[in-house]
Structure formats: C-alpha cells, structure tokens
Nanobody
C-alpha cells in the first residue's frame, strides 16, 4: 500500500514558478514510476510528466522546457518544478504511482488527493 501526499500548490501570476512535491510511503513508491496528472474544469485529464524508478523523465509537449520532474528516493519524494507558468496550466495536479505502462495509460495503482494550481494572467 502506498499513501501519497501532494504539496506546493497555490496561486501565482503568469510567468511565475511553483514546485510541487509528492511524498510517498511504502517501498512501492521508490521502486515504481511516478507521474503527475492534471485536470482543469471541463477538460480531460492530462499526463504532464513521468519519471521512472531509475530517474528517466518524460514530458507532455505542453510543458516540455518549462516543467522539470525529479525524484529523491532517499526522501521518498518526487518534485515537479514548474516555471514560466501560464493561465492554461491552471488545474488540479495529481501524483500517481505504478508501473510505467499503468501510469502512462491512466490506470496507475495509486492516486494522491490532488493540489490546486492557479495561474492568474
């Protein structure tokens, strides 16, 4: 069983930065892929970044070059550094854990409770 706790959300002006953190309990957190999803009101859920257990990252085109995902397995924490934020980045951001296939396919084993990011223009 893995419990996920996200933090770091909030409100920021366009062009600003935020860093989200996802802390996980249990050995499955450090041995699995972690992905960040986001969902804005009335829109489909979007996978914005993933990082494998070995630390290989990948990004959605919409955030590539602006967001950076990283993990600190010693702290059982994955970070999402978000720079040059835009109004379109406004959404609830969710941390997920599972195999790479499960995370990418939208069926991860675990979901966090979500954290709100609001970017004002």
């Amino acid at each position: 069983q893995v419990q996920l706790v996200e933090s770091g959300g909030g409100e920021v002006q366009a062009g600003g930065s935020l860093r989200l953190a996802c802390s996980g309990s249990g050995s499955a957190f450090t041995s699995n892929t972690v992905g960040w999803y986001r969902q804005a009101p009335g829109q489909q859920r979007e996978l914005v970044a993933v990082i494998t257990s070995s630390g290989s990252p990948n990004y959605a085109d919409s955030v590539r070059g602006r967001f950076t995902i990283s993990r600190d397995n010693a702290k059982s924490t994955v970070y999402l550094q978000m720079n040059t934020l835009k109004a379109d980045d406004t959404a609830v951001y969710y941390c997920t854990v599972g195999s790479l296939v499960s995370v990418v396919s939208g069926r991860p084993d675990y979901w966090g409770q979500g954290t709100q990011v609001t970017v004002s223009s």
